[in-house]
């Protein structure tokens, strides 16, 4: 495959929930009402590329993540990987494209098995997939703990994950995605429920692994400055949309979007206070099962006019690469 070409391609990604209706609903035959999780996404991811998805909780960007590897299913809209479409490809079907993509999850002990030792854990996708014995599987799981930092290698292999601290987890969980040699990783928060001081170290971490593999990433944080450090594009997600994206240098110091804007303005700068404009915005999303009308933002918008609560904005490229929906650029 070029290293140009794309991985990941996702066109018009649509993830509606229906809300549990009440006996009084039926009896009134009300409209049956849906959350808007993700409405309308699209986007690329080129090989060895990192993307960073960034926005409040509750804007869609784990729901995303969970569609494009297929552990959802989406209410519309297609997904290619590698050049094939895995949208509707039976779940039967999925498990020789399981191998290439992993997730790696915001919380670790969640995702591991409490009562399974931390090495087998990564040693039983191996296994499981046929690309190792269960000799071979070990060997390997013993290498990845080294690789991450897990010293001496078979003293951690027999603990449990109660018996590891939280950045730890996290390092066994990434050892487990990265045994399979991956093409794709979701990594799914991957810092935010790790202390400050480990932050770093797991994203110098994910990074190595990136390197080596030529690993292509979906990045997902509410933290635009992480998404800074680790990313080579940003998409900034609002309400189930994307409202820009383009190259992360060029979003960070020319952010297009009130909302990136005010994103940006969130993260502590000195440099930053002074030469631009303090943006904040007031209240919280708005219910996702009923999204305003016209822009998604404009409740909250400093820079609203009557366009913005009429008509929705595409995405257009303002400048190159770099795409924004806001009426202030129509």
Request: include cysteine.
């Amino acid at each position: 495959m070029g290293e140009n070409l794309p991985v990941i391609e996702v066109y018009d990604l649509k993830k509606y929930y229906p809300v549990t209706r009440s006996f009084a609903d039926f009896i009134f035959r009300r409209k049956r009402e849906y959350v808007k999780a993700v409405d309308g996404v699209s986007f690329t991811i080129r090989r060895g590329e990192t993307l960073a998805l960034i926005g409040e909780s509750g804007c869609g960007k784990t729901t995303t993540g969970r569609l494009v590897i297929r552990l959802e299913e989406p209410t519309s809209g297609k997904i290619l990987f590698e050049g094939k479409d895995i949208t509707k490809i039976p779940l039967k079907k999925l498990r020789p494209f399981r191998k290439k993509m992993q997730m790696i999850y915001q919380d670790p002990m969640a995702s591991l098995n409490p009562r399974m030792p931390v090495g087998e854990q990564i040693a039983h996708p191996l296994v499981v997939h046929g690309l190792a014995t269960r000799k071979e599987a070990r060997e390997i799981a013993l290498e990845m703990l080294e690789k991450v930092g897990l010293t001496p290698s078979n003293e951690f292999y027999a603990r449990l994950p109660h018996q590891l601290s939280g950045g730890q987890r996290q390092r066994v969980v990434i050892a487990r995605a990265m045994a399979l040699k991956p093409v794709f990783v979701v990594a799914d928060e991957p810092v935010s429920m790790i202390d400050v001081s480990m932050r770093a170290s797991i994203l110098d971490l994910l990074q190595q692994f990136k390197r080596e593999y030529n690993l292509t990433m979906l990045f997902i944080t509410h933290d635009i400055g992480v998404g800074r450090i680790i990313s080579d594009r940003i998409a900034v997600m609002y309400l189930g949309k994307i409202v820009e994206i383009g190259p992360t240098e060029q979003v960070i110091n020319n952010p297009l979007h009130p909302y990136t804007q005010a994103l940006i303005d969130a993260v502590p700068s000195i440099v930053r206070r002074k030469r631009m404009k303090k943006i904040r915005i007031l209240g919280e999303l708005p219910d996702p099962r009923n999204p305003p009308q016209g822009c998604r933002f404009h409740p909250r918008c400093p820079y609203v006019k009557d366009i913005c609560r009429n008509k929705e904005p595409e995405l257009i490229e303002v400048e190159k690469n770099h795409w924004v929906a806001c009426h202030i650029y129509s």
